[in-house]
Structures are given as structure tokens and as C-alpha cells.
């Protein structure tokens, strides 16, 4: 009787930590957007949350902890720096203040998938890791040039007497057309808007009625420039924990998202057709000043990264241009 007892409770132990095993083995990442939850791109991110989470059941599940209201925008960076989160849905523009490299991702101008093929996702992962504790796993958006929306009309590439809400991505870009430009956080424009305190942003082509600022933008300008990145980036040491079967799982993931990207280009054109019927009108140059407005907004870019990170960004400028 007494063997048959040892038996059993050695059979309950076993089970006990063969569970314990299985259950450790999966793992929750916790994921916090830089945007808020109401845009666009935290819309579209939801619906790969679940698919991911349904798909990773016993191996890796993701935890979404919300937007700005949970770590605010530009703290976003150093929370997966540190590991005060695993993951974050952000634009490189947002988090400078870890690794200034960060903003360089703007001037790619060829697709993600080409990126992987190039060389140039390995070259962002070797800079991230190293000087950001980060892995950058995928990027989400493309097709998004950025725009500047006034309140005033202007008739030619210059913003002279304008005051603009900047974010790093066209500071120097806005400086050379000789604005005035002002730093806030996307959710203070409204009100800077509505005050006077500027007199127009900076934007990529879609989100701006996600924040209503449609109700207070009288011109876009034409056209645009850049490419709006918004990315998937991972504490490193969180990166690396995880097991060959789950890290395949997440790549898995991030490519299935990453193949959805088509979707970016008419979101652009359906996004233009509903500003000019909210009625914010485009304000276009001619053929030669709207080329060097384009060309002069990547070699400020350029030549701001190149004195900021000379190494990276000749490391990265071959690999982000058109061939």
C-alpha cells in the first residue's frame, strides 16, 4: 500500500511539473503603441493581435497594454530600451532620444521586402541592437509620404513666417524652408491649432481625422515626401530569450503583417479624395519647384544624418535608395 502511495504521488509530482513546463513555455509579450488607440494604425494592428495570439496559444501570445494614456508617446522608446515593456508600435521619429538613428528609417524608399532582400533589415538590426537594446522586427506601414498643412496659403516652397508643429522627421527639412517650428505631441495639436499657436504640422497623407484636425486644416501641400515608417521594435534581451521555435513564430507573424502593406497605397488615395470633400484644398507647385522641393527634402534629411551618425548613414544610404 505504502509503494503504491509513492507511486501515485510521484505520478502527481511528474504531472505536476511536466504542466509547470509546458506552461512555461509559453510566454506574453507585453506590446504599447506610440499612437493612439482610436488611429488608424493601432486599428489595423488589432485584428493581427488576435490572429497572433489565437495562432501562439502554448508558445507566445502578445498582451496589448494600450497607447499614450499607458506610456507616453516619446517615452516609448526607452520603456522597450529597458525592458519596461517587450514591444512597441512606434515611428523612429518618436524615439530620438534613445538612438538618433532612429529617424533615418523616414528615407528609405524602397519597399520592406526589398529591405530584407538588400541587406538593409540586417543593417538597421546591427545599429538597433547595438545602440538601442533593441531588435527591430518588421515595419508595418509604407506608401505614407508625409505632407505640410496649413492654414495659410502659400504660393512657393517657403514657409517663411509660419509657425509649425514638428516632430524630428522634417525639422531640418521645415528650418531650410525657413519656418518657425514648435515640438508637441500629436494629441496637443488640436488645441495649437485652434489657439493660433501654429499655423500648420506636419503629417503623413492619412490619420489626421482619426485626431480631428481636419476641422481645423485649410490647405495641404503638394506633394509629398519621405515615407511615414511605422515599425515593430523589441527589447533585445527579451528578443534573445526567446526559444528558436518561438522567435520563427514571431517572424512568421511580423512577415504575415508585413505582406499587408498593399493595403497602404489606396488608404493614401482614399485619404486624399476625403480631405479635399472635408474641404482642405491642395496647394500645388509646378513640375521644376515641386522636383526640388522633393530633392531638397533628402539632402537636408541626408545631409543631417550624415553629419549626426556619418558611419550609419553611409552604411544606410545606398541601401534605402531606388535602384
Known amino acids: 500500500m505504502e509503494r503504491r502511495t509513492l507511486v501515485r504521488a510521484a505520478a502527481a509530482?511528474?504531472?505536476?511539473?511536466?504542466?509547470?513546463?509546458?506552461?512555461?513555455?509559453?510566454?506574453?509579450?507585453?506590446?504599447?503603441?506610440?499612437?493612439?488607440?482610436n488611429g488608424i494604425?493601432?486599428?489595423?494592428?488589432?485584428?493581427?493581435?488576435?490572429?497572433?495570439?489565437?495562432?501562439?496559444?502554448?508558445?507566445?501570445?502578445?498582451?496589448?497594454?494600450?497607447?499614450?494614456?499607458?506610456i507616453p508617446t516619446f517615452e516609448v522608446g526607452n520603456a522597450v530600451k529597458t525592458g519596461v515593456v517587450d514591444l512597441a508600435m512606434s515611428t523612429g521619429a518618436f524615439y530620438t532620444n534613445v538612438m538618433p538613428e532612429a529617424d533615418f528609417l523616414k528615407l528609405t524608399q524602397v519597399p520592406i521586402a526589398e529591405q530584407r532582400r538588400n541587406g538593409a533589415w540586417e543593417a538597421i538590426n546591427q545599429?538597433?541592437?547595438?545602440?538601442?537594446?533593441?531588435?527591430?522586427?518588421?515595419?508595418?506601414?509604407?506608401?505614407?509620404?508625409f505632407h505640410i498643412y496649413v492654414n495659410k496659403p502659400v504660393s512657393k516652397p517657403?514657409?517663411?513666417?509660419?509657425?509649425?508643429?514638428?516632430?524630428?522627421?522634417?525639422?531640418?527639412?521645415?528650418?531650410?524652408?525657413?519656418?518657425?517650428?514648435?515640438?508637441t505631441a500629436p494629441g496637443e495639436v488640436y488645441t495649437a491649432l485652434e489657439r493660433g499657436v501654429v499655423d500648420g504640422y506636419g503629417w503623413p497623407i492619412g490619420g489626421i481625422f482619426d485626431l480631428n484636425w481636419q476641422e481645423k486644416t485649410k490647405y495641404r501641400i503638394d506633394p509629398?515626401?519621405?515615407?511615414?515608417?511605422?515599425?515593430?521594435?523589441?527589447?533585445?534581451?527579451?528578443?534573445?530569450?526567446?526559444?528558436?521555435?518561438?522567435?520563427?513564430?514571431?517572424?512568421?507573424?511580423?512577415?504575415?503583417?508585413?505582406g499587408e502593406n498593399t493595403f497602404w497605397t489606396k488608404y493614401a488615395a482614399d485619404e486624399a479624395a476625403r480631405q479635399e470633400k472635408a474641404g482642405i484644398q491642395a496647394i500645388r507647385f509646378d513640375a521644376a519647384s515641386s522636383k526640388a522641393f522633393v530633392d531638397k527634402a533628402y539632402q537636408v534629411a541626408w545631409a543631417s544624418a550624415e553629419k549626426q551618425s556619418p558611419d550609419v548613414a553611409k552604411r544606410f544610404k545606398p541601401l534605402f535608395a531606388p535602384k
Do not use: H
Not at 127 to 144: A, D, I, T
Open 13 to 37: 509530482l511528474l504531472a505536476t511539473g511536466l504542466a509547470g513546463g509546458a506552461a512555461a513555455q509559453e510566454v506574453t509579450l507585453r506590446l504599447v503603441s506610440a499612437f493612439a488607440e
Open 127 to 145: 545599429v538597433w541592437n547595438e545602440k538601442g537594446n533593441m531588435q527591430y522586427l518588421g515595419r508595418m506601414v509604407e506608401n505614407q509620404p
Open 41 to 70: 494604425y493601432v486599428q489595423r494592428l488589432q485584428p493581427w493581435i488576435q490572429k497572433f495570439n489565437a495562432e501562439g496559444k502554448g508558445l507566445l501570445q502578445i498582451n496589448f497594454i494600450g497607447g499614450p494614456r499607458a
Open 158 to 183: 517657403d514657409l517663411t513666417g509660419l509657425k509649425i508643429r514638428i516632430t524630428p522627421v522634417y525639422r531640418d527639412f521645415f528650418q531650410a524652408l525657413n519656418a518657425n517650428v514648435i515640438t
Open 224 to 258: 509629398g515626401f519621405y515615407d511615414a515608417e511605422v515599425s515593430l521594435v523589441m527589447n533585445l534581451p527579451a528578443y534573445r530569450k526567446l526559444t528558436p521555435q518561438q522567435r520563427d513564430f514571431l517572424q512568421k507573424q511580423v512577415l504575415a503583417l508585413e
